[in-house]
Nanobody
Framework: QVQLVESGGGLVQAGGSLRLSCAASGRALSSNFMGWFRQAPGKEREFVALISSNGGGTAYGDSVKGRFAIYRDNAKNTVYLQMNSLKPEDTGVYYC??????????WGQGTQVTVSS
């Protein structure tokens, strides 16, 4: 089975930076689009970032564009989310996901990110 494990979450002050990692196991995901999502308590899941299979194409949610960057190292079967200029509203559980055809088929367990003011 494909497993995704996020890491790198924690507590950071507003304006700070954090890098999340998503390590995949079970099979190579070098042919899959990967994404990051987040969910704050009481709110709906929100799209954060997307990256194409070869890393050449990326997309970001409006709320994070210009501050976050997604990138991947297919040799390590790992996807990263670099988060800069963090704001308290960035607080939430961040999930890594892998695209399989038309669906987000695989999800990690999430990692908590808390940004203090």
């Amino acid at each position: 089975q494909v497993q995704l494990v996020e890491s790198g979450g924690g507590l950071v002050q507003a304006g700070g930076s954090l890098r999340l990692s998503c390590a995949a196991s079970g099979r190579a995901l070098s042919s899959n689009f990967m994404g990051w999502f987040r969910q704050a308590p009481g709110k709906e899941r929100e799209f954060v970032a997307l990256i194409s299979s070869n890393g050449g194409g990326t997309a970001y949610g409006d709320s994070v564009k210009g501050r976050f960057a997604i990138y991947r190292d297919n040799a390590k079967n790992t996807v990263y989310l670099q988060m800069n200029s963090l704001k308290p509203e960035d607080t939430g559980v961040y999930y890594c996901a892998a695209r399989d055809f038309s669906a987000w088929a695989y999800w990690g367990q999430g990692t908590q990110v808390t940004v203090s003011s």
